[in-house]
């Protein structure tokens, strides 16, 4: 089953950055970066310090309004430390996540996305359906106006907000169509939401921490060339 060994997050107004990862990664895990873009005509690309070779299967899905999904899969290559970089030639990366994930399946990693758009509670972020138990499932709210703080949704859980753009994490028990739902704490403006599913492997998956515990990263230079912890 998948499991979440670590995660780091970052939240960019200019330009990209990098995130590193707190613990040195397992070789035979996989890495999942899933993040919200500004442009279409620069999209962002991902590298890393390993040079593991990126899959790119959720390129620029925009519901409306300029906000634009990317989700991007790579094996770990080797048993090291690792340091994520997330390059574009213009456009805001309004939020990012990358995590080492245990137990996905060997030959698909991502499975299923959607997208959604509203401005009132709850934003619906669409329905997807994982097609094996103990699925990975990301989801991104983000309101394009500033104005947001999001609720976390039952049972997910939230690995980090700011600027209006909160980012959830779920390992979803039993395989069934599943539509996120995003609720702010008072009356959103217009908003996004995202979701990602990625594929666990039949039985059990690697080793690595349970679902929740996650080790604390580094991201630098995401926020005007500054820290953000």
Same mark, same amino acid.
């Given at each position: 089953?998948?499991?979440?060994?670590?995660?780091?997050?970052?939240?960019?107004?200019?330009?990209?950055?990098?995130?590193?990862?707190?613990?040195?990664?397992?070789?035979?895990?996989?890495?999942?970066?899933?993040?919200?873009?500004?442009?279409?005509?620069?999209?962002?690309?991902?590298?890393?310090?390993?040079?593991?070779?990126?899959?790119?299967?959720?390129?620029?899905?925009?519901?409306?309004?300029?906000?634009?999904?990317?989700?991007?899969?790579?094996?770990?290559?080797?048993?090291?430390?690792? @340091?994520? +970089?997330?390059?574009?030639?213009?456009?805001?990366? /309004?939020? !990012?996540?990358?995590?080492?994930? #245990? $137990?996905?399946?060997?030959?698909?990693?991502?499975?299923?996305?959607?997208?959604?758009?509203?401005?009132?509670?709850?934003?619906?972020?669409?329905?997807?359906?994982?097609?094996?138990?103990?699925?990975?499932?990301?989801?991104?709210?983000?309101?394009?106006?500033?104005?947001?703080?999001?609720?976390?949704?039952?049972?997910?859980?939230?690995?980090?907000?700011?600027?209006?753009?909160?980012?959830?994490?779920?390992?979803?028990?039993?395989?069934?169509?599943?539509?996120?739902?995003? @609720?702010? +704490?008072?009356?959103?403006?217009?908003?996004?939401? /995202?979701? !990602?599913?990625?594929?666990?492997? #039949? $039985?059990?998956?690697?080793?690595?921490?349970?679902?929740?515990?996650?080790?604390?990263?580094?991201?630098?230079?995401?926020?005007?060339?500054?820290?953000?912890?």
């Amino acid at each position: 089953m998948a499991s979440i060994v670590q995660s780091v997050t970052g939240f960019a107004v200019n330009g990209g950055g990098t995130l590193v990862f707190g613990s040195n990664l397992v070789a035979g895990n996989d890495i999942v970066v899933v993040g919200v873009h500004s442009y279409a005509g620069c999209p962002p690309s991902v590298s890393d310090s390993q040079g593991n070779t990126y899959a790119h299967p959720v390129n620029a899905v925009q519901p409306s309004g300029g906000r634009y999904f990317h989700v991007w899969t790579a094996p770990v290559g080797s048993s090291a430390a690792n @340091t994520i +970089t997330c390059a574009m030639a213009c456009g805001n990366l /309004y939020g !990012v996540i990358a995590l080492e994930v #245990a $137990g996905l399946d060997a030959s698909t990693k991502y499975e299923a996305h959607s997208v959604g758009i509203g401005s009132t509670n709850p934003v619906q972020a669409g329905s997807i359906t994982p097609t094996v138990n103990n699925s990975l499932l990301v989801s991104i709210f983000h309101d394009i106006s500033g104005g947001s703080t999001w609720a976390a949704m039952s049972g997910w859980t939230e690995v980090a907000e700011s600027a209006s753009c909160q980012i959830q994490t779920y390992i979803q028990p039993t395989a069934a169509a599943i539509n996120p739902e995003g @609720t702010a +704490t008072s009356s959103p403006g217009t908003s996004f939401g /995202y979701a !990602v599913a990625f594929k666990s492997a #039949a $039985g059990g998956g690697g080793g690595g921490a349970k679902h929740g515990v996650v080790n604390s990263g580094v991201v630098t230079s995401l926020v005007n060339g500054g820290l953000v912890r």
